[in-house]
């Protein structure tokens, strides 16, 4: 198969990209195209060559997949494409459509001129996958645009839009339309000077002295996490920088590529290419076929209280008008007020005009009549947790919403099919969980009730999209996937609370893991009340846990909103959100061990971790084999999005296969906990979650 096709127009080679979906540069696109650009130094009857992509990108860069290969003497990367561009001396431009990421943008970075169409984006994302850009980037880009700017656009993975990337000096033009870029790449083409960044000096930044340089870039080193807490290839990307001010670029190239080599081997780095391809698995759900997604033109909302206003805003964001349902005045009001600080906030911030800001809220209609919502494509209700509440609501609904209507709950614990049940449309009627807040947190579990159409599904995951949102498919089980693994967790930390292990221990150990919160932090911000009633709702789901809960809403303290909870909180202390060591708490989990006949004892902090993080796994490889969650890879992506899995450990099924699933197993038993059955049998056959092939698995 052919990844190039070359095409002479007036002395100029144009070298057309074609590897679709996203032209990624494949050790297979790499080995075609170094002869294709050898061939082209050769002939004296090119004078310019132009690279440009087809399938309406440039290219998003190396394939990822590629890098879990070990290439061969014979391999060709996109090095030595880059590297047959260096030693060529004819004129090269990029003509750049839609994405240059990663080796797109370095491939272009090794021409003499770039041209993009304005929707262009460009960045270097790898150290999202835990790389760095690995073909010349880190030594180019600070000598094209300085390299604190360098720095900042590397680190942060940011990707940066067409008239910024001109504004920098990485792009020579901007054109309207794609219509229009090849002509434009071909003028450049007719240059004559050639500009090879390669041979030019390092600058700092717009008048920053070279001398001071290299201290400035050193200093780079302080304001990234440490290499075991996320920042592993940070400091390998700042250290490739550094090369570019005191190696010559030659060598810079070759250090850059030893880095880049040692991050390609690391286990952070297969962790996060994991997530990146375990959130593209997501909507691939068995089963729905060719099902077409029904368009979302408009939607409605019920209840117009913190979920339901985020919810609002979520689709107002993305251009879909949204009307509120709430009779409630006050509430209504408050509503309004949220959501015109939420836009006027975007608008202080720079990220939207006045207008864009006026607009949007107008697409946000507040009002108390349901048949407002007769003509509404999707109707989610976020009321009440109560199910008697969302029955009449659903009820009401059912008569009003046009017959495809679809009809949706925000509900995190309840039953979606006994809400489905008192409707006439139990095919079009889905769950989606939006986490709080719903205008802010990416992850959406999409809940499939039993009888939950494919169409109705696609239209989910499609809106998911629209709403950039990660949606993973969840079926109809108590607390779907990321709360009924959070219940398990909050029971060990309570459990490790109980034989004597301060709270705020606790909660170190999981921050130094990567969290970016403890367990008791997260239960005080959640509130302890939300906690006691599904304690009290589902005692089975609460088996085995105290009653420090009980005690502690006897007590009142809520947690953050109540100012004391499992930690007191204190306005002067972290505005009120840093967590403060209660003894009381202490005394009262000692309290509560001696009713239970539970002795302290001394433990470790690889125990702390193992008991939170195991009881994720463990709890996870049940959700398998119910067929609650699809894939361990979707079980990931929840606790990551959701729950602040740290993501350079891959989510908590992938950290079970980092350390072994017959470690997990073993102390998943010497904890006293009932392993779930998925858990033994890989663990017997010393397998991992990551081999399970979804046919395994699936009640799809
Ligand atoms: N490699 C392999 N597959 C890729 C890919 C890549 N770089 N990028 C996308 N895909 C697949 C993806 O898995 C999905 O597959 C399909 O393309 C559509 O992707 C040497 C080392 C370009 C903005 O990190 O940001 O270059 O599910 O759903 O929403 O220094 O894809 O269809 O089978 O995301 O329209 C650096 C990653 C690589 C960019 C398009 N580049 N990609 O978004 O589609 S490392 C990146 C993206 C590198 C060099 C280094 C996005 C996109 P499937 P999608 P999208």
Redesign the pocket.
Same mark, same amino acid.
């Given at each position: 198969m052919s990844f190039i096709r070359t095409e002479d127009r007036d002395g100029v080679r144009v070298i057309t990209l074609d590897n679709p979906?996203?032209n990624? &540069?494949s050790f297979a696109l790499s080995g075609e195209l170094v002869p294709i650009v050898e061939a082209a130094d050769k002939d004296d009857g090119v004078k310019a060559v132009v690279f440009i992509g087809a399938n309406g990108?440039f290219s998003?860069?190396?394939?990822?997949?590629d890098?879990s290969t070990e290439p061969t003497p014979e391999t060709r990367t996109?090095r030595d494409v880059i590297a047959a561009v260096e030693r060529s001396n004819k004129i090269y431009v990029a003509a750049i459509q839609k994405?240059a &990421?990663?080796?797109?943008l370095?491939l272009s970075l090794a021409c003499d001129y770039r041209v993009a169409t304005a929707d262009t984006k460009v960045g270097?994302?790898?150290i999202?996958?835990g790389?760095l850009?690995?073909?010349g980037?880190t030594q180019r880009l600070p000598r094209l645009i300085g390299a604190q700017d360098a720095l900042d656009m590397m680190l942060k993975g940011k990707n940066v839009k067409a008239a910024d990337a001109k504004e920098k000096g990485i792009l020579d033009e901007v054109v309207e339309s794609a219509d229009g870029l090849l002509d434009a790449a071909l003028k450049l083409a007719k240059n004559t000077e050639k500009r090879r960044i390669s041979r030019r000096k390092v600058e700092l930044g717009k008048g920053i002295t070279a001398q001071a340089a290299p201290f400035i870039v050193s200093q780079a080193h302080k304001m990234v996490p440490a290499e075991d807490a996320g920042g592993f290839a940070a400091h390998k990307l700042i250290d490739a920088v550094e090369a570019a001010f005191e190696l010559p670029f030659e060598f810079g190239i070759a250090r850059e590529a030893r880095l880049?080599e040692e991050l390609a081997r690391s286990a952070p780095s297969f962790a996060l290419r994991h997530v990146?391809?375990a959130e593209?698995e997501l909507a691939k759900i068995p089963g729905l076929g060719d099902a077409k997604p029904l368009e979302v033109k408009k939607a409605g909302v019920i209840g117009a209280g913190t979920m339901g206003t985020g919810i609002a805003i979520t689709f107002a964001q993305a251009g879909i008008p949204v009307a509120v349902i709430d009779s409630n005045a006050d509430a209504v009001e408050k509503a309004r007020q949220t959501v015109f600080g939420m836009f006027m906030y975007q608008v202080q911030k720079g990220r939207m005009t006045q207008e864009e800001a006026w607009k949007l809220g107008q697409s946000i209609h507040f009002t108390d009549d349901y048949n407002e919502l007769a003509d509404a494509d999707v109707v989610i209700e976020a009321v009440f947790e109560s199910m008697d509440v969302k029955k009449q609501v659903f009820e009401k609904l059912d008569g009003i919403v046009k017959p495809e209507g679809i009809l949706a709950s925000n509900t995190s614990t309840l039953d979606i099919d006994e809400m489905a049940s008192v409707t006439k449309r139990r095919d079009k009627f889905v769950g989606l969980h939006f986490f709080v807040p719903a205008n802010i947190m990416p992850l959406l579990e999409i809940v499939r009730g039993k009888d939950t159409s494919a169409q109705t599904l696609a239209t989910a995951f499609k809106l998911g999209k629209t709403l950039r949102k990660t949606a993973v498919l969840s079926t109809n089980a108590f607390g779907f996937i990321g709360n009924r693994m959070v219940f398990d967790y909050a029971k060990a930390a309570g459990a490790l609370a109980e034989e004597g292990i301060s709270p705020m221990r606790i909660d170190r150990v999981a921050k130094t893991f990567g969290f970016p919160m403890g367990p008791f932090a997260m239960g005080d911000l959640s509130g302890i009340d939300v906690a006691w009633h599904i304690a009290k709702a589902r005692p089975d789901v609460a088996k085995g846990r105290t009653d420090v809960i009980d005690r502690l809403v006897e007590m009142k303290r809520l947690g953050q909103k109540t100012m004391a909870g499992y930690f007191r909180y204190d306005k002067s202390v972290g505005k009120g959100r840093e967590p403060i060591a209660d003894p009381e708490i202490e005394a009262l989990f000692a309290d509560e061990a001696k009713k239970h006949g539970i002795a302290p004892r001394e433990v470790s902090d690889d125990e702390i971790l193992q008991r939170l993080v195991f009881a994720l796994i463990n709890r996870g490889a049940y959700l398998l084999e119910e067929g609650v969650a699809l894939r361990p890879g979707d079980i990931d992506i929840v606790y990551i999005f959701g729950y602040g899995f740290p993501p350079h450990h891959g989510g908590p099924m992938w950290y079970a296969d980092e350390v072994g699933v017959k470690h997990v197993y073993d102390k998943v038993v010497e904890f006293g906990w009932e392993p779930a059955p998925l858990l033994k049998s890989i663990a017997e056959k010393n397998g991992t979650f990551a081999a399970l092939k979804q046919g395994e698995l699936i009640n799809a």
């Amino acid at each position: 198969m052919s990844f190039i096709r070359t095409e002479d127009r007036d002395g100029v080679r144009v070298i057309t990209l074609d590897n679709p979906p996203v032209n990624s &540069l494949s050790f297979a696109l790499s080995g075609e195209l170094v002869p294709i650009v050898e061939a082209a130094d050769k002939d004296d009857g090119v004078k310019a060559v132009v690279f440009i992509g087809a399938n309406g990108i440039f290219s998003a860069g190396a394939d990822v997949n590629d890098f879990s290969t070990e290439p061969t003497p014979e391999t060709r990367t996109i090095r030595d494409v880059i590297a047959a561009v260096e030693r060529s001396n004819k004129i090269y431009v990029a003509a750049i459509q839609k994405n240059a &990421l990663g080796g797109g943008l370095e491939l272009s970075l090794a021409c003499d001129y770039r041209v993009a169409t304005a929707d262009t984006k460009v960045g270097l994302p790898e150290i999202k996958l835990g790389l760095l850009p690995g073909a010349g980037g880190t030594q180019r880009l600070p000598r094209l645009i300085g390299a604190q700017d360098a720095l900042d656009m590397m680190l942060k993975g940011k990707n940066v839009k067409a008239a910024d990337a001109k504004e920098k000096g990485i792009l020579d033009e901007v054109v309207e339309s794609a219509d229009g870029l090849l002509d434009a790449a071909l003028k450049l083409a007719k240059n004559t000077e050639k500009r090879r960044i390669s041979r030019r000096k390092v600058e700092l930044g717009k008048g920053i002295t070279a001398q001071a340089a290299p201290f400035i870039v050193s200093q780079a080193h302080k304001m990234v996490p440490a290499e075991d807490a996320g920042g592993f290839a940070a400091h390998k990307l700042i250290d490739a920088v550094e090369a570019a001010f005191e190696l010559p670029f030659e060598f810079g190239i070759a250090r850059e590529a030893r880095l880049f080599e040692e991050l390609a081997r690391s286990a952070p780095s297969f962790a996060l290419r994991h997530v990146f391809f375990a959130e593209r698995e997501l909507a691939k759900i068995p089963g729905l076929g060719d099902a077409k997604p029904l368009e979302v033109k408009k939607a409605g909302v019920i209840g117009a209280g913190t979920m339901g206003t985020g919810i609002a805003i979520t689709f107002a964001q993305a251009g879909i008008p949204v009307a509120v349902i709430d009779s409630n005045a006050d509430a209504v009001e408050k509503a309004r007020q949220t959501v015109f600080g939420m836009f006027m906030y975007q608008v202080q911030k720079g990220r939207m005009t006045q207008e864009e800001a006026w607009k949007l809220g107008q697409s946000i209609h507040f009002t108390d009549d349901y048949n407002e919502l007769a003509d509404a494509d999707v109707v989610i209700e976020a009321v009440f947790e109560s199910m008697d509440v969302k029955k009449q609501v659903f009820e009401k609904l059912d008569g009003i919403v046009k017959p495809e209507g679809i009809l949706a709950s925000n509900t995190s614990t309840l039953d979606i099919d006994e809400m489905a049940s008192v409707t006439k449309r139990r095919d079009k009627f889905v769950g989606l969980h939006f986490f709080v807040p719903a205008n802010i947190m990416p992850l959406l579990e999409i809940v499939r009730g039993k009888d939950t159409s494919a169409q109705t599904l696609a239209t989910a995951f499609k809106l998911g999209k629209t709403l950039r949102k990660t949606a993973v498919l969840s079926t109809n089980a108590f607390g779907f996937i990321g709360n009924r693994m959070v219940f398990d967790y909050a029971k060990a930390a309570g459990a490790l609370a109980e034989e004597g292990i301060s709270p705020m221990r606790i909660d170190r150990v999981a921050k130094t893991f990567g969290f970016p919160m403890g367990p008791f932090a997260m239960g005080d911000l959640s509130g302890i009340d939300v906690a006691w009633h599904i304690a009290k709702a589902r005692p089975d789901v609460a088996k085995g846990r105290t009653d420090v809960i009980d005690r502690l809403v006897e007590m009142k303290r809520l947690g953050q909103k109540t100012m004391a909870g499992y930690f007191r909180y204190d306005k002067s202390v972290g505005k009120g959100r840093e967590p403060i060591a209660d003894p009381e708490i202490e005394a009262l989990f000692a309290d509560e061990a001696k009713k239970h006949g539970i002795a302290p004892r001394e433990v470790s902090d690889d125990e702390i971790l193992q008991r939170l993080v195991f009881a994720l796994i463990n709890r996870g490889a049940y959700l398998l084999e119910e067929g609650v969650a699809l894939r361990p890879g979707d079980i990931d992506i929840v606790y990551i999005f959701g729950y602040g899995f740290p993501p350079h450990h891959g989510g908590p099924m992938w950290y079970a296969d980092e350390v072994g699933v017959k470690h997990v197993y073993d102390k998943v038993v010497e904890f006293g906990w009932e392993p779930a059955p998925l858990l033994k049998s890989i663990a017997e056959k010393n397998g991992t979650f990551a081999a399970l092939k979804q046919g395994e698995l699936i009640n799809a």
